[in-house]
């Protein structure tokens, strides 16, 4: 993804830009700034303006590659499919990170469920791999989309093969039974875009690649 302008993604609100730089004040909570130019997806939510953002492209199976900065005590995530979550988190010293974490599968979400028990199947990383914010951290993931029979029956559902974080393996072969908590989306599909959550907190990526592949 060139990331020259937002040709890459579908229409959203003006809180997404292409910048050439993002800085990060470790002294103040969710503060970025950004020098003008190209090569880094910012996301700077304000009232008003706070949508997600969405690829231009739909996958199923799917290798993505990237770098994401966030600031201190910020927070925003990747949905393979605009379905899956993989949380994006200032994790920064948390000893016993959860499924809230940076690089965490976030939970599954069940509002009809009784108090305290609507949130299950969250997958916490394996540990804390998480850098301090301001700084670029990498992320890699391979990720299997469910599969349907002819009549649109799920057959197997999606998985996220592996999960890598700054250098560390987080995550192997695990399954996710549907859509995780904010997924745009209830129902599940072979080809969906990728989404990135716009209305939490300020965020930055770049040297964002992907390959597809085919069943």
């Known amino acids: 993804m060139v990331l020259e302008d937002l040709s890459d993604f579908k229409p959203t609100s003006k809180n997404w830009q292409i910048v050439s730089e993002a800085i990060v004040d470790t002294s103040k909570k969710r503060s970025i700034s950004a020098m003008d130019g190209i090569g880094v997806l910012l996301n700077t939510p304000k009232k008003g303006s706070r949508k997600n953002i969405f690829t231009n492209f739909e996958h199923g199976d799917i290798e993505l590659e990237l770098e994401v900065m966030i600031p201190k005590e910020s927070n925003s995530g990747i949905y393979l499919q605009g379905r899956y979550e993989i949380q994006l988190y200032d994790s920064w010293n948390v000893k016993e990170p959860t499924y809230a974490d940076m690089g965490a599968i976030y939970q599954r979400w069940n509002k009809t469920a009784e108090k305290g028990k609507q949130g299950f199947e ?44 700054n250098g560390t393996l987080l995550h192997k072969n695990i399954e996710v039974t549907g859509p995780t908590r904010a997924a745009a989306f209830e129902t599940e599909i072979p080809l969906a875009p990728i989404m990135i959550q716009g209305d939490h907190g300020p965020v930055a990526f770049k040297n964002m690649k992907y390959k597809l592949h085919t069943k």
């Open 122 to 165: 969250g997958h916490p990383p394996s540990i804390n791999a998480a850098k301090a914010p301001g700084l670029w951290q990498h992320i890699k993931i391979k990720f299997s989309a469910p599969t349907f029979d002819k009549a649109g029956n799920k057959t197997k559902n999606a998985k996220f093969d592996e999960v890598w974080l």
